[in-house]
């Protein structure tokens, strides 16, 4: 049986099966990436809900996996060399699950860089540009009487949805046949964007149908659709 005893999070949320992946998260866009991932990889994992709602991600025992306070983060008893380690930033989990489990992404070189651009692309400006949309449209940033940081991001959230529409031109995936951790890392977001922040006529989501047709497809996945509800809410 796997030890855990090395990491104080596994105090405030103890493993029943200490041998599996540990996921510490919640069901926000950064958070359904990993268990959309593991229930694509059906790798066995625990899941445990971090309440961000009641702050439990800056509570010790999270802050010595993730010193950033965000989910989600993951223990891997199984780790390099047979030794758990601990990760956090859902984007680098990404990565050590597909290279992992060789899934996920492509084994060519090219290929492989090519996914990981994409997976980069939306680490770095689809996730805070969306976010900061849902602020200032939905919560505490429209009661701004200027409205030109919403336009301003509204503007560049529609630029970088026309990006991911001419990637998706002629192609199923972003990895053209390929269902891959660029995908995975991407829809979340996408569905956010126009569910939860309401945001759909906003940005003129419609007027993009690659990538509404992506996002159908993706959302048709059972492991995507499991993925989603995960960790159950208490």
């Known amino acids: 049986m796997a030890d855990l005893s090395a990491f104080p999070i596994a105090t405030r949320w103890p493993a029943r099966h200490p041998d599996q992946i540990q996921l510490y998260s919640a069901t926000t866009p950064n958070g359904v990436k990993i268990?959309?991932?593991l229930e694509e990889l059906g790798l066995p994992y625990e899941p445990h809900l971090v309440n961000i709602g009641k702050n439990e991600s800056w509570t010790p025992e999270f802050l010595s996996l993730n010193p950033n306070g965000k989910i989600p983060a993951i223990i891997d008893p199984n780790g390099p060399d047979g030794k758990p380690i601990?990760?956090?930033?859902?984007?680098?989990?990404l990565l050590y699950l597909a290279e992992k489990t060789g899934l996920l992404m492509?084994?060519?070189?090219?290929r492989r860089y090519e996914t990981i651009q994409w997976v980069f692309f939306q680490m770095a400006s689809v996730g805070p540009m969306f976010g900061q949309v849902g602020?200032?449209?939905k919560f505490a940033g429209r009661e701004i009487a200027d409205k030109r940081p919403l336009e301003r991001?509204?503007?560049?959230?529609?630029?970088?949805?026309?990006?991911?529409?001419?990637?998706l031109k002629g192609r199923r995936w972003i990895m053209d046949n390929d269902f891959t951790i660029a995908d995975i890392s991407l829809l979340g977001w996408v569905r956010n964007l126009i569910g939860f922040y309401e945001a759909r006529e906003l940005v003129g989501?419609?007027?993009f149908a690659n990538v509404g047709a992506w996002l159908e497809r993706g959302l048709a996945r059972p492991a995507v659709q499991k993925g989603l509800t995960i960790p159950a809410k208490g």
């Open 153 to 167: 991001y509204r503007d560049e959230s529609r630029r970088l949805i026309g990006v991911l529409d001419g990637r």
């Open 106 to 110: 492509p084994v060519d070189a090219a």
């Open 86 to 93: 601990g990760l956090f930033e859902s984007g680098a989990i």
């Open 35 to 37: 268990s959309i991932a």
């Open 135 to 137: 602020f200032f449209h």
């Open 205 to 207: 989501f419609d007027d």
